[in-house]
């Protein structure tokens, strides 16, 4: 059975940071490549970041410079680093295993003054 279990969304001001967790179970994770996703009210589903197994990163336009996608293999762990935040970075962020169906439950950030 496979399992994401995420932590780390919630209320902060502009120009703030938030580290959002994603613990991966059920796969032998150092092998996949993983990505965060994020949905804001009324809008689709967007990729905002990925992560291969071996460390190479691509990221939205949108969060360039400003957000870090990191990964410890050793605690089946993928990270999203959310630095200098900004009122639109409010959604439903959301860690996949890039190209399946399996997906986290979703954690709000809402980036608000």
């Known amino acids: 059975q496979v399992q994401l279990v995420e932590s780390g969304g919630g209320l902060v001001q502009p120009g703030g940071s938030l580290r959002l967790s994603c613990v991966v179970s059920g796969r032998f994770f150092s092998l996949d490549e993983m990505s965060w996703y994020r949905q804001a009210p009324g809008k689709q589903r967007e990729l905002v970041a990925r992560?291969?197994?071996?460390?190479?990163?691509n990221y939205a336009d949108s969060v360039k410079g400003r957000f870090i996608i990191s990964r410890d293999n050793g605690k089946k762990t993928v990270y999203l680093q959310m630095n200098s935040l900004k009122p639109e970075d409010t959604a439903v962020y959301y860690c996949n295993i890039w190209r399946t169906t399996f997906w986290g439950q979703g954690t709000q950030v809402t980036v608000s003054s």
């Open positions: 992560i291969s197994s071996g460390g190479t990163t």
